[in-house]
């Protein structure tokens, strides 16, 4: 496996905390927030939230740090972390608005629709038909497309098979390509 400085910077920063620096920590901190709160971003749709999560993150993973076996696993490792909590916070959102709408005695609905130029806009932003995905789908677009992380990294990550993640990837391409071609297909008329 090649690996570049960073990762092994990242490996050396891991053991250091493991083993009670409070500086390493602070470094690993430093250096996997910004992608910790891109990936909860592209997940949640909310920056602050996104921000938030994480923040929980990091105290979970100070807990549970020295039981992290192989330090060329923290990114992987960190990841799982921050995809377990975003689906906890979608959870609590979706029961959440469950809840106002008994209490108000309205059904929740789809969003308003969009007035036809915002539509057109927003048929033209990938970003929008990512949007549009299932989680689990827009989970591996995010890690592998957005992080970088390869199928096995992905797989180790999340307890799956290669394969899995493999299909997983290619069912959100179709889904993608079915959402942008439709959209293509309906500004035709």
């Not at 989680?135 to 677009?141: N, S, W």
Request: net charge positive.
């Amino acid at each position: 496996m090649d690996r570049d400085v960073g990762q092994v910077l990242d490996e050396l920063l891991v053991v250091a905390a493991r083993g009670g620096s409070t500086p390493a920590f602070r470094q690993i901190v430093l250096r996997w927030t910004p992608r910790l709160r891109r990936h909860a971003g592209r997940l949640l749709f909310n920056n602050d939230l996104a921000a938030d999560v994480v923040q929980e993150v990091w105290l979970n993973i100070a807990r549970d740090l020295p039981r992290l076996a192989d330090p060329a696993r923290f990114g992987g490792w960190a990841y799982a972390i921050v995809t377990r909590r975003c689906i906890d916070a979608l959870r609590r959102r979706g029961r959440d608005r469950r809840l106002a709408a008994q209490a108000t005695t309205e059904t929740l609905t789809e969003a308003p629709p969009l007035d036809a130029r915002a539509r057109l806009d927003s048929r033209l932003d990938l970003a929008a038909a990512i949007a549009r995905l299932p989680v689990d789908q827009r989970l591996m677009v995010s890690l592998h497309y957005g992080e970088g992380l390869s199928v096995e990294e992905i797989a180790q990550a999340h307890g799956l098979r290669s394969g899995t993640v493999k299909s997983r990837l290619h069912a959100a391409r179709e889904h993608l390509r079915t959402l942008l071609e439709g959209e293509d297909d309906e500004q035709g008329r």
